[in-house]
């Protein structure tokens, strides 16, 4: 028995057909047999699809609704263990609701987003949580004519798509800086990872000079760097630093491997932390605790984050609430023996 087309792809598809001024005979044609259709055909109809936001269901037509149970998460990457506590937060609670989770890497690109946030769009799954706060037009158009709810969890934003579930890290990181200066730290430094494309690292460096400002302290651009993560290049952090200013006292690393690799560092130099160089990091995780010395750090509520993501989305996918949501979660700084 042939299958009957939805009410809403039928639509869509007939969208496609006007705006490539083709029958939707054709363009259903040159979306699932292209070997069909000639190359310029194919290329017409292309080109009305990603015009109009258009995404084909893949889904099988067993399936007796538009929309599964699956939510899809999409993190800047995933050989960074600090997603870990996230996606399991997110995945105890969708579980025991018989919700399953997909992932997905956009690698710190927000083409790459766009690109992810359209594949599992196309998997018609019913909900999407993203690492990103800021997203290509794109991607917001596909989100917004895709209707499904939608978690931002990278940081607090007042610009929200929709539910934003996380915390500050432009505070975050005023705070650590702020905790520094109190120490009586006046030279510090602030390394993060590449701002391009990365809310996280902008808004931590906003941080970082909004509590220069209040300290009285002017910025000095031989005491920031971008570096890629690793533990490489928190080593090559200190070199740079302190050749660019000999008075450097203390670091204040928007990433926990980057303290890591800047402590090693030190300790192959013969350098005491914190009598030489004081070493702050972001994100407390277990290995910072266990350091000699042990590294101070902001503690993130990942897990937390990762569980009131999932307990709000499946309200809104179960219909129980509809206002856009922000929770503030919030973070700690936890003085250790490196400051």
Known sequence: MRRRRSTHETVRIQDVARHAGVSPMTVSRALRQPDKVSEAMRRRVEEAVSAIGYLPNRIA?????????????????????????????????????????????????????????????????????????????????????????????????????????????????????????????????????????????????????????????????????????????????????????????????AGDVLAIGAVLECQRRGWPVPGRLAIASFDDVDILRYMRPAVTSVRIPRSEIGRRSAEILLERVGGRAAAPVTVDLGFEIVQREST
């Open 61 to 253: 037509g067993s399936l007796s609704s538009s929309r599964s149970n699956v939510v899809a998460l999409i993190v800047p990457s995933l050989r960074n263990s600090l997603f870990a506590n996230t996606v399991q937060g997110i995945s105890d609670v969708l579980h025991a609701a018989g919700h399953h989770l997909m992932i997905a890497d956009s690698g710190y690109s927000l083409a790459d987003e766009e690109a992810a946030i359209a594949a599992m769009l196309q998997q018609r799954v019913c909900a999407l949580v993203l690492h990103n706060t800021r997203h290509t037009a794109r991607a917001t158009s596909l989100m917004k004519r895709a209707g499904v709810p939608v978690v931002e969890i990278g940081t607090l934003t007042p610009d929200a798509f929709d539910i934003n579930i996380s915390y500050s890290n432009h505070d975050a990181a005023k705070a650590m800086t702020l905790h520094l200066a109190r120490l009586g730290y006046r030279r510090i430094g602030l390394v993060t990872l590449p701002l391009a494309d990365n809310d996280r690292s902008i808004e931590r460096r906003a941080g970082y000079l909004s509590a220069l400002g209040e300290l009285g302290l002017a910025p000095d651009p031989r005491l920031m760097l971008e570096l890629p993560g690793g533990i490489g290049s928190g080593a090559e952090a200190v070199a740079r630093l302190a050749q660019g200013d000999p008075r450097l006292d203390a670091i204040f690393f």
